[in-house]
């Protein structure tokens, strides 16, 4: 059963701006916490920004004042605003949320950024 749902990727030029969304099932309640993580080829996955329930966000260092993590007003999907976008952005980029104490993991949508 697929309960978190990424859109949004593709292919860009440096310098342009995506925005990823992430869609959690209605079998999915009280989420406590909700992240983007990313993916590059051959390295690990590390986490790019979070937001709490209660609306507070931190962002990786790499990505400061150029993405920005939000939510929806229902709290049922999150997106993640990428702009300035460089080609150490290219990756596969994975929605995580956390449920009373549950975890769940999307299946991750490609951005690739084109010097």
């Known amino acids: 059963q697929v309960q978190l749902v990424e859109s949004g990727g593709g292919l860009v030029q440096a310098g342009g701006s995506l925005r990823l969304s992430c869609a959690a099932s209605?079998?999915?309640?009280?989420?406590?916490?909700m992240a983007w993580y990313r993916e590059a080829p051959g390295k690990q996955r590390e986490l790019v920004a979070s937001?709490?329930?209660?609306?507070?966000?931190n962002y990786a260092d790499s990505v400061k004042g150029r993405f920005a993590i939000s939510r929806d007003v229902a709290k049922t999907t999150v997106y993640l605003q990428m702009n300035s976008l460089k080609p150490e952005d290219t990756a596969v980029y994975y929605c995580?949320?956390?449920?009373?104490?549950?975890?769940?993991w999307g299946q991750g949508t490609q951005v690739t950024v084109s010097s």
């Open positions: 209605r079998s999915i309640f009280s989420i406590n916490f």
């Open positions: 937001i709490t329930s209660g609306g507070s966000t």
């Open positions: 995580y949320a956390i449920s009373n104490a549950v975890r769940y």
